[in-house]
């Protein structure tokens, strides 16, 4: 089993930034790739951003390309999401993912991890 909390949400004016963490624990290996999902009150679940286990690939929401940046530091099994030029929109309820993967790549497909986060809240305001 693998854990994972969430930390760093809270409540930023629009044009602000955040940083997410996602410590993850239990029997977290190297080769896990880790993803940040987001849920909006009455919508569903959407992919954020994504990071292969070893950090070399990476993919992103077209909504929060060139605003939000997913990295991770293996040697403290800690994935994080800095979130720059944040607007209402972006406000939810944000998820953190794991999954082990064979192979290095960054998986966007929410059915394929088996790890999930409790979630923090990010609220924007206008």
């Known amino acids: 089993q693998v854990q994972l909390v969430e930390s760093g949400g809270g409540l930023v004016q629009a044009g602000g930034s955040l940083r997410l963490s996602c410590a993850a624990s239990?029997?977290?290996?190297?080769?896990?790739?880790m993803g940040w999902f987001r849920q909006a009150p009455g919508k569903e679940r959407e992919f954020v951003a994504a990071?292969?286990?070893?950090?070399?690939?990476?993919n992103y929401a077209d909504s929060v390309k060139g605003r939000f940046t997913i990295s991770r530091d293996t040697r403290k099994n800690t994935v994080y999401l800095q979130m720059n030029s944040l607007a209402p929109e972006d406000t939810a309820v944000y998820y953190c993912?794991?999954?082990?993967?064979?192979?290095?790549?960054?998986?966007?497909?929410?059915?394929?991890?088996?790890?999930w986060g409790q979630g923090t809240q990010v609220t924007v305001s206008s």
């Open positions: 993912a794991a999954v082990w993967k064979r192979i290095d790549v960054a998986v966007v497909a929410s059915d394929e991890y088996d790890y």
């Open positions: 990071i292969s286990w070893s950090g070399g690939s990476t």
């Open positions: 239990g029997r977290a290996r190297i080769s896990y790739a």
